[in-house]
């Protein structure tokens, strides 16, 4: 860092991507990666930041990205669950950064769920 503005831009970034973090009660849409030992040896640990990348650099509102222990179904990690009112939960299996964007876009942004990587379409 050579200025204070750098300082106050990764402070303003890092404040933006808590936020998303944070189940304020408000959020419409909840994204929970399963972050227990299977989760994150497979993975979810990056799926979760470009979940919360995404939704940040996008600033979509009304959406909070979450971890959970395990989902049990630890030969499918890692695993996102997005849950929507008075909707059916999609829980979506085998993620990867690039698969998490996709469904920011496709899922979140536009209301079509990625069938694909849903947990009746991925073969073991």
Not at 81 to 87: W, Y
Not at 89 to 104: C, H, L
Request: net charge neutral.
């Amino acid at each position: 860092m050579k200025s204070i503005e750098e300082l106050m831009a990764i402070r303003d970034k890092t404040r933006k991507n808590m936020t998303v973090r944070e189940d304020t009660g408000d959020s419409k849409i909840r994204i929970v990666v399963g972050m227990a030992t299977c989760g994150i040896a497979a993975g979810a640990r990056p799926v979760m930041n470009a979940f919360v990348d995404e939704i940040a650099k996008r600033d979509i509102k009304g959406v909070s990205v979450l971890q959970t222990g395990c989902i049990g179904m630890c030969r499918y990690e890692p695993i996102v669950e997005v849950t929507e009112p008075g909707k059916e939960k999609v829980t979506y299996v085998k993620m990867t950064p690039e698969k998490a964007v996709r469904v920011v876009n496709d899922h979140i942004v536009n209301g079509n769920p990625v069938a694909e990587f849903t947990v009746g379409a991925v073969e073991d």
